[in-house]
Structure formats: structure tokens, C-alpha cells
């Protein structure tokens, strides 16, 4: 009898070849493929006869094969069945479905799941692309049969073509739990299963594959069910209880135990260019309470873009030099750690004490990096900013107190701080700083093991940007406003999502994360809005109208080069129009984006380069063309490249002819609000949570069960009572219950999400 634990290969029915191809699945034991759940289900208790079918309802058909034909038609070819019952008959689609020649025959019982369509050629109704599966005969043996019709189907997505499909892992998966009935062993204890009101784990396996009869089909649909709920609580339960043994074993570390005297606050109250903010000040003492302590702080501070996350981490910094230690920030560019150190020196200018400060990039000649890197070694700066040049092995800090890292998630570097850290010296603290705003439930995962701080609270002087999106077609008039923008002395961006070349030539944006790219060619649901013509003066004011794109096809993907170059001698002619993208060596970069701030370029063309991190205060108008094709959250930080000084600012949406419903939702979404974590929370419900951050985040658990978007109340749930267990509540379970939780999360951690081990 196989145990969970057992290799695949031993289940009934796997053997060696198939346990291959059950590996290439992450399907390496029974356990594995028990929690491979139905991804729908089918209700074939009480199948409709084809008499009782209603137009637009969808609905489980059992019926008889009775024809087959392959149609090459002059727009596409088609696949044609028609299954029928007694008089009456079906006729089902497939498009461009030529691997379903010679698949039936007539005979055949076969189950159709889909909408129900009226025929326009004959009395019968139409299914267009059904879900299907080829029944059993009569001469299969009984089981078998009773696992396909008569009851609710649970349907699974393909472990390796046709041989894998959901009628074999029907019958492979009811044969192993039917061999190990009264023999999975439980995992939680009983105490928690009673309180939570949670099914025990062998009854939620078998219920959530072969569901009872009377089990609601829209709850097993939504992954609602009793049993649904117990094993995502078990898979979320095990990785907060992961993440809160990290917290602990961190806390019980050696750090430093920073003084917060009248010496520190003076310091700080000098350099603040403004009152801060409600937030700011409620964050900066959730950082300064962990400081105090004499374990190293791990906090996540998350602001929404231009909520003055710099200004608390210059505020913490100060705390650490002021107590006689050094402080290092880490950007993910140079342009953006330059960007700090300028805007650290010149508020550090104001105290009254002398601060030394050190900037350390890549690109500094070998003398500059040697002279600085000996600064720092000597402890003589005491404020270190940089790329990732400060984790190389040649830099050696002195006395290291506080590290801060910004965009962390852009570089992945937080597990690399032994190499900042001298053998016998207590940890430094750590703040890690994000402008992407991150859902709580997102956050909870992946950045489970810190603790967090939200700001939330726009500092003054800083005015809303008024976003509109504008149609391709009358994009002359962006152009103008652009001008007269430029006339009253400010400067604009114009983003594009391609360097050069067609849109095959996409080194700057990543469209996996958001509908693959041929879905630009989808009708719009929702026309453009368009601006009136002989109104570009006051182009926002008078968007109010609807026109609908054009029909046709889409026009070509426009790429920064060439509308540079068409720009520059066309619309906005005698204007100074610069040209930025990734394709250019980090010096060019640096000089063009110091021209920008220093006033001498205009108008900016560029990629999504300039998506974080620049800060051009006299910036007022973001064009983006080709928005649709830009993810939400670029859409986001582009926009907050402007408004960032006093004057109105703007963004300006330009779509192309044709729009996909994710696209216009995206669209319509930035139009609507400016909370970054709103826009992060319906972010992260269209993308899901494994392509939040536009490649797949190293860190972020692979769920078997739960899903961070729909379970977002079970992923509080589950913090809480790890919280509860870890702190070793009186009755929370016995010594054998206890013992087996914490060797199931050994394994768990260790083997399903991939991260270091809980000890």
C-alpha cells in the first residue's frame, strides 16, 4: 500500500514511463498528485437532454456521436460534430481544429460541456468550442464507468496529452485514495480542525475529487467547498508558520540597539524640508521602535510613488549615524542612486552637523571606486549610497548599522548581506523600500517574513495628475498641448513601448504579464474617448464625448526611435527633444537624463526606462502611445514621473485602434483612481499573483491549492493561527500533534516552496 510519501511510480496504474512524465509536472509522489485537484467541475448526475436546452445557458450534454467532418472553409477551416438523442440533435465547433480529425465516430457517448447557442440553419442548438470528453462503452468495467457518468466529474488539466487526461486520472486517483482509505494522516491538530470548523485531511481529498451527491456545483466552481477551504488552509497555515519561525529566529539574533536621545531628534528636525506627514511620522516610529531593539529590524516600507519613502529612510539613517554607526542605501540603477545621493546631500546640507557621504557605482573609474571603498572601510563615511557595487567583496564597512534598499524586488539582493556584514559585529538593520505598491495579501507571501509599513498620505505641495486617455487619431492635439506645455516652461515625457523595428522587437516590455499580444487585436468594448476638435488648449476640460475606434486593422506599433526622429522634425519642431532608451551605455543614459533635469532637453522620448526612480520636478505632461499595451502597474509608475513638484500635471493615455476588454479594464482603472494600491489590488486579480511583478518572482511560493487573489481571508486566517501555534498556546494540539506539524513544515518549506529551511 502506498504512502504519501511514495514515489509516484508506485501508485496503481503510474509505472516508471508515465511517472517521467508525472516529474515534468512536479508530480513526484502520491501526495503530489492528490493535491493535483479538478480544475471544474461537471455535473452528470442529471445531464439536459437535448429537449430541454435553452439558448445562452451552459449546460452538461451525454449524447450519442452520429456524424464527424473536417470543413475547410474560406475563412477557417472547422471541425463539425453532431451528436444527438433520439430525434433530436446537437451541432458542435471547433475552430482551426484539425487535431480532431479522426477522433470520432458514430457510436461514441460522448459528454459536452458549453454554451448553448441557436442554429441559424436549422431548429437545433449549437455548441461553439465545448470542453468534451469520450465516455466509456457499455463492455468498460463498471467502475470505471461510475466514475464518468451519474454523478458530479471532477475535470483536470492535462498531465501529457490525450494517455493523461482527465479520464485516467479520474480512474488512477480514485484507485489511491480507495488503497490508502483510512490511512492519510492528518497534519493539523484536532483542536485547530474543531475551533476553524475544518473537515479532517483524508475526507477533504476525497471530497474535493469525487464530491458527494448534493455538493453545490458553484461552490466546488469557486473552490468554496468545505473541503476546498480545509486544504488551502493547510497550504497557506504551513507557509505562515514558516514565515513566522523566520520572524522569531531573526528576533533572537544579535543587532544593535540604536538611541533615540534629544541628540537624534535635533538632528532629524534639521534636515526635514517640510512638517511631515500623519503617515510619514506613524512610519518612521514603527522603524525607530524596531531600531531601539537589540535584534536586526527586517521592515518593509511600501509607498505609493512620491509618498516620501526617501525622507523616512534619510530620517532612519540619521538615527544610525547619529548612535556613531554607518548607514548604506542600495538602488537598483545608477541613475536612481545618483538620484539619492544628490537629494541626500542637498538636505543634509541644511544640518548643521557635517555628514561625509560616499557614492559608489559600477561605472566609476578604478580610482574613484579605491579612494571610496577606502572611505568606507575606515568608517570615515558615514553615509554609503550605491548599485550593486556595495555588495561586492572588496567593500568592507566598518561599522555597518543600517542597510536600506530600494526596489529590492528589482534585484533580488536581501539574502546577500553577509557580504556587508564583518565577522563579530552585531547585524545591521534592514529597511527595504518599494514604489510598487504590493496588495497586503501579496505581501503577507512574499514578504512574509517582514514586518510592514504602509505610507499612505501624499506629503503637501504635491496636486493630483489629471489622466485622460486620447485615441491614436488625434494624437496632433497631444502634440499641441505638449507645446503650449513646454511654452509655459515646463517639460514632458513620451513613452513608447518598443526601441525601434515592429512590435516583434520588444526588449523593453514584457506583455506575458498581461494578455499575450495578439489579443491587441480584439475588438474594444468600451469606445476611446476622444477629444473635440478645435479644443486643444483645454484638452482634458473637453474630453466628454465618445467616438469609437476605427475599424480594420490595427496600425503598426510605433517605436521610440522613429517617432523621435519624427517628432523632433515634425509636431514639435524647435522644440529640444532628447531620446532615452536601455539600448544606450550607461554614460549616454547619465548625460541625457542629467540634461533633462537640468532643464536643457524639453521633451524626453523614451522606453520604459525611465519607469522608476527619475525625478524631474518640473516634468507636467506623461504621453504614453500605445497604452493598451503597457501593464498596470508601468502605467502606474510612468505617471508618477510627473506631479511631482507644485504645478497641474497630466498623463495622456494614447490606444490604438483596437483595445482587448483586459486592456480597457487597465486603462479605464487608471482613469478612474491614482491609489497605487487599488490599482495594485485589481492588478493582481487580473495577472494573478505569480506574474505580479512582471517576471516570476524569486521568492513567491508556488501554490498546489490556495490562490492569494480568492483566498485572501484564509491567508489572514492562516497568519493568525500560525501566530497562535508558534507561540505554543496551551491545548493548541498534543506532543505527537505538535511534533507532526512541524515535520510537515519541514517538508513543506523545504520542498514545495523553495525556500530556506524553518529548522
Known amino acids: 500500500m502506498p504512502g504519501l510519501d511514495s514515489p509516484v511510480k508506485f501508485v496503481r496504474g503510474v509505472g516508471p514511463h508515465v511517472s517521467e512524465m508525472l516529474a515534468a509536472k512536479g508530480i513526484q509522489t502520491a501526495e503530489d498528485l492528490l493535491y493535483h485537484l479538478p480544475f471544474r467541475y461537471e455535473d452528470r448526475q442529471n445531464p439536459r437532454s437535448l429537449d430541454e436546452l435553452k439558448p445562452g445557458e451552459t449546460a452538461s450534454v451525454i449524447a450519442e456521436v452520429r456524424g464527424a467532418a473536417f470543413l475547410r472553409t474560406r475563412r477557417m477551416p472547422l471541425f463539425e460534430l453532431t451528436v444527438g438523442q433520439g430525434r433530436h440533435a446537437l451541432?458542435?465547433?471547433?475552430?482551426?481544429?484539425?487535431?480532431?480529425?479522426?477522433?470520432?465516430?458514430?457510436?461514441?457517448?460522448?459528454?459536452?460541456?458549453?454554451?448553448?447557442?441557436?442554429?441559424?440553419?436549422?431548429?437545433?442548438?449549437?455548441?461553439?468550442?465545448?470542453?468534451?470528453?469520450?465516455?466509456?462503452?457499455?463492455?468498460?468495467?463498471?467502475?470505471?464507468?461510475?466514475?464518468?457518468?451519474?454523478?458530479?466529474?471532477?475535470?483536470?488539466?492535462?498531465?501529457?496529452?490525450?494517455?493523461?487526461?482527465?479520464?485516467?486520472?479520474?480512474?488512477?486517483?480514485?484507485?489511491?485514495?480507495?488503497?490508502?482509505?483510512?490511512?492519510?494522516?492528518?497534519?493539523?491538530?484536532?483542536?485547530?480542525?474543531?475551533?476553524?470548523?475544518?473537515?479532517?485531511?483524508?475526507?477533504?481529498?476525497?471530497?474535493?475529487?469525487?464530491?458527494?451527491?448534493?455538493?453545490?456545483?458553484?461552490?466546488?466552481?469557486?473552490?468554496?467547498?468545505?473541503?476546498?477551504?480545509?486544504?488551502?488552509f493547510e497550504e497557506l497555515f504551513f507557509l505562515e508558520l514558516g514565515l513566522e519561525l523566520k520572524r522569531?529566529?531573526?528576533?533572537?539574533?544579535?543587532?544593535?540597539?540604536?538611541?533615540?536621545?534629544?541628540?537624534?531628534?535635533?538632528?532629524?528636525?534639521?534636515?526635514?524640508?517640510?512638517?511631515?506627514?500623519?503617515?510619514?511620522?506613524?512610519?518612521?516610529?514603527?522603524?525607530?521602535?524596531?531600531?531601539?531593539?537589540?535584534?536586526?529590524?527586517?521592515?518593509?516600507?511600501?509607498?505609493?510613488?512620491?509618498?516620501?519613502?526617501?525622507?523616512?529612510?534619510?530620517?532612519?539613517?540619521?538615527?544610525?549615524?547619529e548612535n556613531g554607526y554607518q548607514a548604506a542605501l542600495m538602488a537598483p540603477t545608477e541613475i536612481l542612486a545618483t538620484q539619492h545621493f544628490l537629494a541626500a546631500r542637498k538636505l543634509l546640507e541644511r544640518s548643521s552637523r557635517r555628514y561625509r557621504m560616499v557614492l559608489l557605482t559600477g561605472s566609476l573609474d578604478e580610482d574613484r571606486k579605491r579612494t571610496s571603498r577606502g572611505l568606507?572601510?575606515?568608517?570615515?563615511?558615514?553615509?554609503?549610497?550605491?548599485?550593486?557595487?556595495?555588495?561586492?567583496?572588496?567593500?568592507?564597512?566598518?561599522?555597518?548599522?543600517?542597510?536600506?534598499?530600494?526596489?529590492?524586488?528589482?534585484?533580488?539582493?536581501?539574502?546577500?548581506?553577509?557580504?556587508?556584514?564583518?565577522?563579530?559585529?552585531?547585524?545591521?538593520?534592514?529597511?527595504?523600500?518599494?514604489?510598487?505598491?504590493?496588495?497586503?495579501?501579496?505581501?503577507?507571501?512574499?514578504?512574509?517574513?517582514?514586518?510592514?509599513?504602509?505610507?499612505?498620505?501624499?506629503?503637501?505641495?504635491?496636486?493630483?495628475?489629471?489622466?485622460?486617455?486620447?485615441?491614436?487619431?488625434?494624437?496632433d492635439d497631444v502634440w499641441d498641448f505638449v507645446r503650449k506645455q513646454v511654452a509655459q516652461g515646463r517639460q514632458a515625457y513620451i513613452v513608447y513601448p518598443v526601441i525601434e523595428g515592429s512590435s516583434d522587437d520588444q526588449p523593453e516590455l514584457d506583455f506575458s504579464h498581461d494578455e499575450p499580444a495578439a489579443a491587441v487585436s480584439e475588438p474594444a468594448t468600451t469606445p476611446a474617448k476622444t477629444v473635440r476638435k478645435g479644443k486643444t488648449a483645454n484638452l482634458f476640460p473637453d474630453i466628454s464625448g465618445q467616438k469609437p475606434s476605427p475599424k480594420g486593422k490595427g496600425a503598426e506599433l510605433r517605436s521610440a526611435v522613429a517617432m523621435h526622429e519624427k517628432l523632433r522634425t515634425g509636431p514639435l519642431a524647435g522644440l529640444r527633444v532628447g531620446l532615452l532608451h536601455g539600448r544606450l551605455d550607461a554614460d549616454d543614459k547619465e548625460i541625457i537624463m542629467r540634461r533633462f533635469q537640468r532643464g536643457e532637453i524639453d521633451v524626453l522620448v523614451s522606453t520604459t526606462v525611465i519607469e522608476v526612480g527619475v525625478d524631474v520636478p518640473n516634468s507636467t505632461v506623461m504621453v504614453v502611445e500605445h497604452a493598451e499595451r503597457f501593464g498596470l502597474a508601468q502605467l502606474h509608475q510612468l505617471r508618477g514621473r510627473v506631479g511631482r513638484g507644485a504645478a497641474k500635471s497630466y498623463c495622456i493615455l494614447i490606444t490604438g485602434p483596437r483595445v482587448s476588454e483586459q486592456a480597457e479594464e487597465r486603462l479605464n482603472a487608471m482613469v478612474r483612481t491614482q491609489d497605487g494600491f487599488e490599482l495594485a489590488e485589481l492588478d493582481l486579480s487580473m495577472r494573478g499573483p505569480g506574474e505580479f511583478f512582471g517576471t516570476r518572482q524569486a521568492g513567491l511560493p508556488d501554490f498546489r491549492v490556495a490562490n492569494l487573489v480568492r483566498d485572501r481571508a484564509l491567508l489572514e486566517l492562516a497568519k493568525l493561527e500560525a501566530e497562535r501555534f508558534a507561540t505554543v498556546t496551551p491545548g493548541e494540539g498534543t506532543e505527537t500533534e505538535r511534533a507532526r506539524v512541524w515535520a510537515r513544515l519541514r517538508e513543506a518549506w523545504q520542498r514545495r516552496y523553495g525556500l530556506v529551511e524553518a529548522g
Not at 459536452?112 to 468495467?141: A, C, V, W
Not at 539574533?253 to 524640508?273: M, S
Open 376 to 475: 568606507i572601510n575606515r568608517g570615515e563615511a558615514q553615509l554609503v549610497i550605491g548599485t550593486h557595487a556595495l555588495i561586492e567583496e572588496k567593500v568592507e564597512f566598518d561599522r555597518l548599522g543600517l542597510v536600506v534598499v530600494d526596489e529590492q524586488h528589482r534585484f533580488g539582493v536581501l539574502q546577500r548581506f553577509k557580504l556587508m556584514k564583518k565577522p563579530n559585529q552585531p547585524e545591521p538593520d534592514v529597511l527595504v523600500m518599494t514604489a510598487t505598491p504590493i496588495p497586503r495579501t501579496l505581501a503577507l507571501s512574499l514578504y512574509g517574513d517582514l514586518d510592514v509599513s504602509i505610507l499612505d498620505e501624499l506629503p503637501p505641495g504635491r496636486t493630483p495628475i489629471v489622466t485622460r486617455r486620447v485615441p491614436e487619431e488625434r494624437s
Open 91 to 232: 451541432k458542435c465547433i471547433w475552430f482551426h481544429a484539425g487535431y480532431l480529425e479522426g477522433k470520432f465516430h458514430a457510436g461514441q457517448t460522448v459528454a459536452l460541456y458549453g454554451k448553448i447557442e441557436p442554429s441559424r440553419s436549422t431548429s437545433n442548438f449549437k455548441m461553439i468550442q465545448p470542453q468534451f470528453e469520450i465516455l466509456p462503452d457499455s463492455s468498460d468495467d463498471a467502475e470505471t464507468r461510475l466514475l464518468e457518468v451519474g454523478r458530479i466529474t471532477p475535470v483536470y488539466e492535462s498531465l501529457g496529452g490525450a494517455r493523461l487526461a482527465s479520464r485516467w486520472q479520474r480512474k488512477v486517483i480514485f484507485n489511491l485514495l480507495d488503497s490508502m482509505r483510512g490511512n492519510v494522516p492528518e497534519c493539523l491538530p484536532a483542536t485547530m480542525l474543531g475551533r476553524l470548523d475544518l473537515t479532517n485531511r483524508e475526507a477533504a481529498l476525497r471530497e474535493v475529487h469525487f464530491p458527494r451527491e448534493g455538493t453545490s456545483l458553484s461552490q466546488l466552481q469557486s473552490w468554496a467547498t468545505p473541503a476546498h477551504r480545509r486544504l488551502i
Open 248 to 321: 522569531r529566529r531573526m528576533r533572537e539574533r544579535a543587532g544593535i540597539a540604536f538611541a533615540t536621545n534629544d541628540k537624534v531628534r535635533e538632528a532629524i528636525r534639521e534636515v526635514l524640508p517640510f512638517h511631515p506627514t500623519a503617515a510619514q511620522k506613524r512610519t518612521l516610529g514603527e522603524i525607530v521602535t524596531d531600531m531601539r531593539a537589540p535584534n536586526p529590524m527586517r521592515r518593509l516600507l511600501q509607498g505609493d510613488v512620491g509618498s516620501g519613502k526617501t525622507i523616512v529612510a534619510l530620517q532612519a539613517m540619521l538615527v544610525a549615524i
